[in-house]
């Protein structure tokens, strides 16, 4: 790693981002290779770097996440712990928890906030809530069922700077969208999750898409959760700032009701895997159509350098 910075675009993006940021910023001499590396010290680091990698064309990736950017995409890896990250009881009577996403699990575990109080795997309790948050990776007894990851709501940086709180969505909503911008996809996302896709692929036993549009359809209420439109996104749809959190909630819902249990049993693999990606492709389309926040990739690709 080295501090020159030639005059490139990439050697100015990582110039600028070195002065807009209080924490340590690094990044390779290597032009063809194109990585950058932030810890942030504040989260005013995060929103310094998001505006200049919507400027310069460069991804802006949540280190150790799934996320990984486009074919000859330049990179800048953003380290979620957080020194400055908080957690507090904002509800005692309905155990309603704030948490900053680069709180780590073992905090939430050793406060009682949430599924984390009966956490008992060790490499997890070293995760912050931002890894969590975009993990795919869940215990069998959550699978399938997002109302039991006890997520409230979330604050999300998305692609085009809209700072956004996702939460209850319809007649339980305790407050509106703030942001235009989002109120115009809300539509475009109820649409594909009324799609002919959406509609196969929530027949099918697990849910197949890495993006949780199944939120929106019948098995979770007529109010979903727009927060939970994200969980398991690997980093490639926004970026996690809050998390309210709550006890798990134990669905009322009758599982033989779900369309999920009528399953279309003999459906072949690579039937279900290209209309799961359609619906990836479009779901990704409607938040980040430029690919701020890189893409998933269906192969193992670029791998970042560990933070030390």
């Known amino acids: 790693?080295?501090?020159?910075?030639?005059?490139?675009?990439?050697?100015?993006?990582?110039?600028?981002?070195?002065?807009?940021?209080?924490?340590?910023?690094?990044?390779?001499?290597?032009?063809?290779?194109?990585?950058?590396?932030?810890?942030?010290?504040?989260?005013?680091?995060?929103l310094h770097a998001h505006v200049l990698c919507r400027e310069f064309g460069v991804s802006l990736l949540l280190w150790d996440a799934e996320a990984r950017p486009k074919p000859d995409q330049a990179v800048l890896w953003v380290d979620s712990r957080a020194n400055w990250a908080q957690v507090s009881l904002i509800n005692p009577e309905r155990q309603i928890w704030r948490a900053d996403a680069g709180v780590r699990l073992s905090t939430l575990r050793a406060q009682g906030v949430g599924i984390f109080a009966e956490m008992t795997d060790a490499l997890m309790s070293s995760w912050t809530l931002a890894q969590w948050f975009a993990s795919a990776q869940t215990s069998p007894e959550l699978a399938g069922d997002l109302a039991k990851t006890?997520?409230?709501?979330?604050?999300?940086?998305?692609?085009?700077?809209?700072?956004?709180?996702?939460?209850?969505?319809?007649?339980?909503?305790?407050?509106?969208?703030?942001?235009?911008?989002?109120?115009?996809?809300?539509?475009?996302?109820?649409?594909?999750?009324?799609?002919?896709?959406?509609?196969?692929?929530?027949?099918?036993?697990?849910?197949?898409?890495?993006?949780?549009?199944?939120?929106?359809?019948?098995?979770?209420?007529?109010?979903?959760?727009?927060?939970?439109?994200?969980?398991?996104?690997?980093?490639?749809?926004?970026?996690?700032?809050?998390?309210?959190?709550?006890?798990?909630?134990?669905?009322?819902i009758d599982p033989m009701l779900s369309p999920r249990a009528t399953g279309e049993q003999?459906?072949?693999?690579?039937?279900?895997?290209?209309?799961?990606?359609?619906?990836?492709?479009?779901?990704?389309?409607?938040?980040?159509?430029?690919g701020v926040f890189g893409e998933i990739p269906e192969v193992k690709g670029l791998e970042s350098a560990q933070f030390t």
């Open 266 to 290: 003999g459906a072949g693999v690579e039937e279900i895997f290209q209309k799961a990606r359609r619906l990836e492709r479009s779901f990704k389309q409607t938040l980040d159509p430029t």
């Open 1 to 46: 790693m080295g501090r020159r910075t030639p005059a490139t675009p990439w050697g100015q993006f990582c110039a600028r981002l070195s002065r807009s940021c209080s924490g340590p910023v690094r990044w390779d001499q290597e032009s063809q290779i194109r990585q950058a590396w932030l810890e942030p010290e504040r989260e005013m680091d995060v």
């Open 150 to 252: 006890g997520i409230v709501q979330a604050q999300l940086l998305l692609a085009d700077g809209t700072i956004e709180q996702f939460g209850p969505f319809g007649a339980s909503a305790s407050k509106p969208l703030k942001s235009l911008a989002v109120q115009k996809m809300i539509p475009t996302l109820f649409e594909l999750a009324q799609s002919e896709d959406a509609a196969y692929c929530a027949q099918i036993g697990a849910w197949p898409c890495r993006y949780r549009l199944d939120a929106m359809m019948s098995q979770f209420g007529d109010s979903p959760n727009l927060a939970w439109l994200f969980k398991g996104h690997g980093g490639s749809l926004a970026w996690l700032q809050t998390l309210w959190l709550q006890p798990p909630v134990v669905s009322q």
